[in-house]
């Protein structure tokens, strides 16, 4: 899955490649275009190239093939000092021995900016982040939202057009990361700032991002906005990574334009949607997400497809209830519904009938 637009582009990765002993890829043939003032997420799991790509666009690795570019300048050459971009990392990476202020003055100083210019970007980044009044203290003085906070003030003080975001929010509880989630965003749409920013918290990259680029084994499995990763996954790593969801193993028995029949692992056939399968007799694994089952007899479509289940355990979550159940042979599909009034609550032992609608059930590579 590659994002080759470069119309557009004020960050682009044009067939980059990173290999750290010249034999295995970490990153394997990247392109990637973001417009200026995207908000991008790298997500995936530990060892999936996302972090290495960050750094190589940061300069603090190099890339062993292709190009990297902003506003289609080649970077691949320029020390990171001379790149112009804000980083913030999980660790804050404050200066202990400085104040805020000093803190913040740093990068200032650094690219030569006058005393007078300096106090007054101070003034407005610690602002913006609602810490004006600590320019006096140390970072040992502050809880690790504050200091997390002085670490964005800094790398926006002086006011670069790309900010680089590593894990930022990792050491924080989570209240105060849900809070900071919707101020990073904030901040970065109000100020038109290009923001890359990587996690393996599927949830914060769904909550914060313009799009989101799905990284496996130095790869991006998919590139898309959040609701479109999340209701259209393109494959069965994508599926299985972003949020809850309920895989059958099968056989294509036939396909016929957007819909396809599949014969279960038990016998039992299914219609759905197919998305990455692409002949008869291709094994395939079939996903639907959780919330997309229904139970309830009047609530169910008349085009539903329906299957026999046995309720193996119920759980009261609070604002939704979580059912396992017993389906096609597997003892793991799990159905979500509302905590509503009119909401049944189903008793482990109950033999039930579910259903959804064939487009909610994907084919995908099994």
Request: charged share 30%.
């Given at each position: 899955?590659?994002?080759?637009d470069?119309?557009?582009?004020?960050?682009?990765f044009?067939?980059?490649?990173?290999?750290?002993?010249?034999?295995?890829?970490?990153?394997?043939?990247?392109?990637?275009?973001?417009?200026?003032?995207?908000f991008l997420?790298?997500?995936g799991?530990?060892?999936?190239?996302?972090t290495?790509?960050?750094?190589?666009l940061a300069g603090?690795?190099?890339?062993?093939?292709?190009?990297?570019?902003?506003?289609?300048?080649?970077?691949?050459?320029i020390?990171?000092?001379?790149r112009?971009i804000?980083?913030?990392?999980?660790?804050?990476?404050?200066?202990?021995?400085?104040?805020?202020?000093?803190?913040?003055?740093?990068?200032?100083?650094?690219?030569?900016?006058?005393?007078s210019?300096?106090?007054?970007?101070?003034?407005r980044?610690l602002?913006?982040?609602?810490?004006?009044?600590?320019?006096?203290?140390?970072?040992?003085?502050?809880?690790?939202g504050?200091?997390?906070?002085?670490?964005?003030?800094?790398a926006?003080?002086?006011?670069?057009?790309?900010?680089?975001?590593?894990?930022?929010?990792?050491a924080?509880?989570?209240q105060?990361?849900?809070?900071m989630?919707?101020?990073?965003?904030?901040?970065?749409?109000?100020?038109?700032?290009?923001?890359?920013?990587v996690?393996h918290?599927?949830?914060?990259?769904?909550?914060?991002?313009?799009?989101v680029?799905?990284?496996?084994?130095?790869?991006?499995?998919?590139?898309?906005?959040?609701?479109v990763l999340?209701e259209?996954?393109?494959?069965?790593?994508?599926?299985?990574?972003?949020?809850e969801n309920?895989?059958m193993?099968?056989?294509?028995?036939?396909?016929?334009g957007?819909?396809?029949?599949?014969?279960l692992?038990?016998?039992?056939?299914i219609?759905a949607?197919?998305?990455?399968?692409?002949?008869?007799?291709?094994?395939?694994?079939?996903?639907?997400?959780?919330?997309?089952?229904?139970f309830?007899?009047?609530?169910?479509?008349a085009?539903?497809?329906?299957l026999?289940?046995?309720?193996?355990e119920?759980?009261?979550?609070?604002?939704?209830?979580?059912?396992?159940?017993?389906v096609a042979g597997?003892?793991?599909?799990?159905?979500?519904?509302r905590?509503?009034?009119?909401?049944?609550?189903?008793?482990?032992?109950?033999?039930?009938?579910?259903?959804?609608?064939?487009?909610?059930?994907r084919?995908l590579d099994?």
């Open positions: 899955m590659a994002d080759t470069n119309s557009d582009a004020f960050v682009a044009e067939r980059v490649q990173k290999s750290y002993d010249g034999e295995s890829l970490v990153v394997k043939d990247l392109n990637l275009t973001m417009p200026k003032g995207e997420t790298m997500l799991p530990s060892g999936s190239g996302k290495t790509c960050l750094m190589m603090f690795e190099s890339a062993t093939h292709g190009e990297i570019k902003i506003d289609g300048v080649s970077i691949n050459n020390p990171p000092h001379k112009g804000g980083m913030v990392f999980q660790n804050y990476a404050l200066f202990p021995h400085m104040t805020i202020a000093e803190n913040l003055s740093f990068p200032l100083e650094v690219r030569k900016i006058g005393k210019d300096r106090e007054k970007k101070i003034k980044a602002d913006m982040v609602e810490m004006g009044d600590f320019g006096g203290r140390r970072p040992a003085q502050l809880s690790g504050q200091q997390q906070r002085v670490a964005l003030a800094r926006l003080v002086f006011e670069p057009e790309l900010v680089l975001m590593d894990e930022p929010l990792g924080l509880d989570k105060l990361r849900e809070k989630q919707f101020e990073i965003t904030d901040l970065a749409h109000n100020l038109g700032i290009t923001t890359v920013y996690t918290d599927q949830t914060e990259a769904l909550t914060m991002s313009d799009r680029a799905v990284f496996d084994d130095g790869r991006i499995q998919q590139i898309d906005p959040p609701d999340y259209s996954p393109q494959n069965s790593f994508v599926a299985q990574f972003i949020g309920n895989t193993q099968g056989t294509v028995k036939q396909i016929q957007k819909q396809c029949l599949v014969e692992d038990n016998g039992e056939e219609d949607a197919p998305v990455n399968v692409n002949k008869v007799g291709e094994r395939t694994t079939i996903s639907i997400r959780p919330e997309r089952v229904e309830n007899k009047e609530r169910l479509h085009d539903a497809h329906t026999k289940a046995e309720v193996l119920f759980i009261y979550m609070g604002d939704i209830f979580r059912t396992r159940l017993r597997k003892e793991d599909f799990i159905i979500k519904t905590n509503a009034p009119d909401q049944r609550r189903l008793k482990p032992g109950e033999q039930i009938e579910i259903g959804w609608m064939p487009e909610d059930a084919a099994a």
